[in-house]
């Protein structure tokens, strides 16, 4: 007799409500104090916040019938989760400090255009107050002084690819996930699908709805840049995974990606 296969009744947006209301818990019960001058502590906690942020108002967003934005929305998991990746690989005291300290260089380049239209408004010695080396950081919007290409796709230190036995890369995450995410938040073509209806044949309507609904592609690579920065922000801690926050972020990974409809929770 064939296994009857019981359709899930929750809504991926419900699945991961509660996994993140689980995550945040967590976190915040471990009661973790950052140390002082331990900049990859204090990095890696905040990105990890705001990964956790992130995906919370993704969810807002899909609730509420935004697929297309929500999906926009994932472009900045799939940058926190490439950055947290860049931090645990190597080095990563000294990464998270040329990070932390790029708010040095944010300010240098405000007080440039304030020098030039306010100038009645500077202090006399603000270009003297920081500390920081700002030749540390000669692109103009690169806390590592890289393009983000070379940070996302470093060969991994911890994972080897077992099909070439060598240090796993993410091509895929850079090459296809980063370039179609980012086609919804700088307004291409690409992105207005939605909006464009048949020439000659269709009255125009805002937000027509004619194209692909990205509800379920938005809610597994929000799932699966979860998983990822989860991975590496234990990893920059110097710290093991919690098993059933490993457990169940895997599990939510594999249900959305079957489209949820094998079992239930």
């Not at 990890?48 to 969810?59: D, N, Q």
Request: aromatic share 10%.
């Amino acid at each position: 007799m064939a296994k009857s296969i019981r359709v899930c009744r929750r809504s991926e947006v419900e699945h991961l409500r509660k996994f993140l209301e689980y995550a945040k818990r967590q976190l915040n019960e471990a009661r973790i104090y950052p140390p002082l001058n331990a900049y990859r502590y204090l990095v890696a906690l905040s990105l990890y916040s705001k990964c956790l942020t992130v995906a919370e108002a993704t969810l807002v967003l899909l609730e509420s019938g935004f697929g297309d934005e929500a999906f926009g929305m994932t472009r900045t998991m799939v940058d926190i989760s490439f950055t947290m990746h860049y931090l645990a690989n190597k080095d990563s005291e000294e990464r998270a400090k040329l990070f932390y300290q790029f708010h040095a260089k944010n300010i240098r380049d405000i007080t440039t255009v304030v020098r030039k239209y306010w100038p009645q408004l500077l202090h006399p010695k603000a270009s003297s107050l920081t500390t920081v080396d700002l030749a540390k950081y000669p692109r103009p919007h690169s806390w590592s002084g890289k393009p983000l290409s070379d940070m996302a796709l470093e060969p991994h230190t911890a994972e080897i690819d077992p099909r070439t036995g060598k240090p796993f890369v993410n091509d895929l995450g850079y090459r296809l996930i980063f370039q179609w995410t980012s086609h919804y938040v700088h307004p291409t073509i690409i992105c207005l699908r939605n909006h464009i209806v048949k020439p000659g044949h269709d009255p125009f309507l805002v937000r027509s709805g004619q194209g692909q609904d990205m509800s379920h592609l938005t809610a597994f690579f929000l799932t699966s840049h979860l998983a990822s920065t989860i991975i590496a922000f234990y990893r920059c801690l110097g710290d093991p995974q919690p098993e059933r926050l490993s457990k169940w972020v895997a599990a939510l990974l594999t249900h959305i990606g079957s489209r949820h409809k094998d079992k239930e929770y």
